[in-house]
């Protein structure tokens, strides 16, 4: 493959999409070393780093870079793990390019794209783990505290690894069969394969931190327990309660939220039914209705389960569509139809109580609304019917109440989440603190590890007697 | 974690499970469930907590597909992969007076613990329990300790009333004044309860169990619609009031992926042959 290494991204080598429209395996397949150095060769190694100050995390990009262009894949992987305890995760699902590579100074050159960090990022994580290099981790002398943690998704991975590399014994408590939240029942096989979390997992476990699955936090154990047991509480639980619209039809068969058609897909391994035995419809004429990243995936499942047609409807235009570009344009190659500006008023059922199709009613874009999108108003007459055997919607999720509504005297806002310190990730209760999806509302993989990372830092100091968030 | 310490065949096809788990014996109350994983490739099944016993829960599980079939198939010393629990809210348990408890096939089994916590606080009890046939009917021995009036109904008149449980609600009703009324058994059963209670005018719970994935409010799955609103069964129930509950939907949801199901089924009865010991 000829590579231009200036002025673009050195290009990675993927599955063709008419191939991988019928598997799961992973999509891109990561750069060789070659291709690796190659990349690294162009970061200019900016003194001000300003690719450093868009990565929630703090990674020392030009750092871990220079390492890859060096040779040194291994102090690569341990310059990142100084920061993100997750990265081969992070490489593969961070918006980099609103973050890290959107400050990146060779993407301001007029005509020239940003250093691919991601991909490095990945390529440093990847050649770790299939060399079996064991990057070393210094581990603090035990401190004789007990932290719990509640939830295992990156939030909570990232708070408990990081306690644990300062000394404290921690807790994580899961309340599925499986750790890793989101990144296990949401984010696709084909994008984030689940051997990479199980590998990021581990190293957690590594450090010595505890996960104890199957435990429903406020119900298997009492608030009240916790705090008596723990002398800091961590929730994490994200933000995993699907919105519905609500429409007539709403309860059809064949209308899916996109969390349970993902945790079918995805935690149950419904795609390889009947081996596994959770069953998941395989529609023939799916419609997903949302423009983010969720109903992107969704799309891309349905279509890998055997789907003829999969049409996205989504209620504004492609310019406002917040799923991730890369992953926009890896569905339109596969396939995948849009509909910009219709949204569906009601679903169509037979007498089985099945799907067969979705009313829509097209929109047109008025004035900006608080979001500072412009909001789409119905047009009238414009209704239509789209033919449809399933249809998932994947438009947001609320806070999860199943431990909140357990929890007196925590304070929530109006939505329900937890209200936190932004700095200090510290709630309205003493000793607990809290980060991630359940207080920012859905966001990124990234931005909850960030807040992990916070958290630790000022449980730490909590802990410790240096700062007391409550005086 | 997760032994199962006993187990016992109750009636052709239910089997009954002692399974240790200290979370859940600590903190269940009646009316609440677990959902459980067999193994790597199983799907996770929701089963009511149907007693407790030293650091043992009781399950009692009636084989109807592949994972129950193989849950019934389960041996005392083996033990259960996954478990989580307590899960769903528990009953309103409380002083109402007279109270009527129906139950119908497995169902008897997950209204025990109602019945018992009932009778702690003092409340007469009007049990009635039906079944196909007398081999049915399980826990008779337990229940008629506990109820104040008990009767029994089967389809064929093999044992009690010939009839169903519908026809005792009825001479209950006539006999007594009744305050309240829980139903637990088939989706069927409990919408014909439902509306024999409103015949009367009397509030009535029914323990509801669509088809789940988390059970913990997580996917939607267990969605049903109750007094016109969306309801998630696994955190706002399993416990609702049955005239607000939309019968018809929830039965054919229910019937969602039968023929996943069946093919399923056949697969599994293919691999492990004869099954009629079950
Ligand atoms: C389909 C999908 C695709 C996405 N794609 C991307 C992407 O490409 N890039 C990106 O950056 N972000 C993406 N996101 C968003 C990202 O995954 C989330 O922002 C992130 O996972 C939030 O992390 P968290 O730790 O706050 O919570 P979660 O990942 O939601 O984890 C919370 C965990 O807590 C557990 N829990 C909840 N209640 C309890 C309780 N009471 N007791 C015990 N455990 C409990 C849950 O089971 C869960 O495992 C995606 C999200 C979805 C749904
Ligand atoms: C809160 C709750 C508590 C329950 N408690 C018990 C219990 O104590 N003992 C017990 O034996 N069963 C109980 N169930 C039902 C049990 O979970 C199902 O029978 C089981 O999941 C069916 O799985 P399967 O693979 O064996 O059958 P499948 O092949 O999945 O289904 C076979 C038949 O059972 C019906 N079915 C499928 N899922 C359910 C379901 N969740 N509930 C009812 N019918 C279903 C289908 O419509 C189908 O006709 C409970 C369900 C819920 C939601
Ligand atoms: S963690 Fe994400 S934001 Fe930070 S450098 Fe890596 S890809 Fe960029
Ligand atoms: S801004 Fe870009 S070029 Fe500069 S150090 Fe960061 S990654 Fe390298
Ligand atoms: S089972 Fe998933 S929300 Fe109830």
Redesign the interface.
């Known amino acids: 493959m000829a590579v231009k290494p200036f002025p673009k991204k050195t290009p990675m080598r993927e599955q063709e999409a008419k191939e991988r429209i019928k598997n799961f395996f992973e999509v891109p397949f990561g750069y060789s070393e070659e291709e690796a150095v190659l990349e690294a060769g162009r970061c200019l190694q900016c003194p001000a780093k300003p690719c450093v100050s868009g990565c929630p995390v703090g990674i020392d990009i030009p750092g871990f870079i220079r390492k890859i262009r060096e040779r040194n894949f291994a102090e690569a992987a341990k310059i990142l793990k100084l920061y993100n305890n997750l990265p081969a995760i992070c490489g593969r699902v961070c918006p980099q390019e609103t973050q890290c590579e959107e400050k990146c100074v060779v993407g301001r050159i007029p005509g020239s794209e940003p250093v691919a960090i991601g991909r490095l990022e990945r390529f440093a994580a990847d050649w770790e783990a299939e060399h079996s290099v064991q990057t070393q981790i210094e581990i603090a002398p035990a401190k004789h505290k007990k932290v719990a943690v509640v939830g295992s998704g990156p939030a909570g991975l990232t708070v408990a690894a990081d306690l644990a590399k300062r000394g404290y014994e921690v807790h994580i408590f899961e309340t599925l069969h499986k750790p890793g939240g989101v990144l296990v029942y949401g984010i696709p096989e084909f994008r984030l394969p689940k051997s990479i979390v199980e590998r990021e997992v581990n190293y957690v476990k590594s450090l010595s931190v505890q996960i104890f699955l199957n435990m429903p936090v406020g119900r298997a154990i009492p608030v009240k327990d916790l705090l008596r047991e723990y002398d800091a509480i961590f929730i994490g639980v994200g933000a995993g309660t699907p919105k519905f619209m609500g429409i007539e039809g709403t309860n059809l068969n064949g209308v899916y939220s996109a969390n349970e058609f993902l945790t079918r897909v995805n935690l149950m391994k419904a795609y390889l039914f009947p081996e596994y035995d959770t069953p998941v419809r395989r529609g023939k004429k799916v419609i997903v209705v949302g423009g983010g990243n969720v109903a992107m995936d969704a799309a891309r499942s349905a279509l890998r389960l055997g789907a003829e047609s999969v049409t996205v409807v989504y209620r504004r235009t492609e310019q406002e569509m917040p799923a991730r570009r890369e992953e926009y344009l890896h569905a339109v190659e596969e396939g995948i139809k849009f509909y910009w500006l219709t949204q569906p008023i009601r679903y169509v059922g037979n007498e089985k109580g099945e799907v067969v199709g979705a009313e829509c009613i097209s929109m047109r874009l008025g004035e900006p609304d608080e979001s500072g999108r412009r909001r789409p108003i119905p047009i009238e007459d414009s209704r239509f019917i789209l033919e449809a055997d399933t249809v998932i919607e994947a438009i947001g999720t609320e806070a999860n109440r199943f431990l909140l509504s357990q929890f007196d005297g925590l304070k929530l806002n109006k939505y329900g989440y937890i209200i936190a310190d932004e700095n200090t990730c510290a709630t309205s209760m003493r000793k607990v603190f809290a980060g991630g999806d359940i207080v920012t509302g859905a966001a990124t993989v990234i931005e909850a590890m960030g807040a992990g990372k916070r958290a630790a830092e000022w449980i730490d100091k909590f802990l410790s007697g240096e700062y007391d968030p409550w005086k | 974690m997760n032994l199962i310490r006993e187990k016992r065949k109750l009636a052709p096809g239910v089997y009954e499970f002692w399974i240790e788990n200290n979370?859940?014996v600590k903190?269940a109350q009646p009316g609440?469930f677990v959902v459980m994983?067999l193994h790597e490739?199983?799907?996770?099944i929701p089963i009511t907590i149907a007693g407790k016993k030293g650091d043992c829960f009781r399950a009692v599980v009636r084989a109807v597909g592949?994972?129950t079939y193989e849950l019934c198939m389960v041996k005392e010393g083996d033990s259960i992969?996954?478990?989580?629990?307590?899960?769903g809210r528990p009953s309103e348990i409380d002083f109402y007076g007279n109270v009527m408890l129906v139950g119908g096939g497995v169902g008897i089994a997950t209204l025990l613990p109602i019945a018992e916590a009932l009778k702690a606080q003092n409340n007469r009890l009007y049990v009635v329990l039906g079944g196909r046939s007398k081999e049915y009917v399980i826990m008779l021995e337990e229940f008629s300790k506990l109820a104040d009036q008990m009767i029994v109904t089967t389809d064929d008149g093999s044992f009690g009333i010939k009839g169903v449980v519908t026809d005792g609600m009825q001479m209950f009703f006539e006999r007594e004044k009744i305050d309240i009324v829980w139903a637990v058994g088939p989706t069927i059963m409990m919408k014909f309860c439902s509306m024999k209670a409103k015949e009367h005018g009397v509030k009535i719970w029914v323990s509801l169990n669509p088809i789940m994935?988390?059970?913990?409010?997580?996917?939607?799955?267990c969605?049903?619609?109750v007094d016109g609103k969306?309801k998630f069964a696994c955190?706002d129930g399993p416990e609702f009031e049955g005239e607000l509950v939309?019968w018809d939907?929830l039965l054919?949801?229910l019937?969602?992926?039968r023929d996943?199901?069946e093919?399923?089924l056949k697969?599994f009865m293919e691999r492990v042959g004869d099954l009629s010991w079950l």
């Open positions: 979370h859940i903190y609440q994983r490739k199983a799907e996770r592949k994972s992969m996954d478990i989580a629990g307590p899960l994935v988390d059970g913990t409010g997580m996917c939607g799955a969605r049903v619609t969306i955190v939309d939907e054919k949801r019937a969602q992926y996943e199901e093919r399923s697969l």
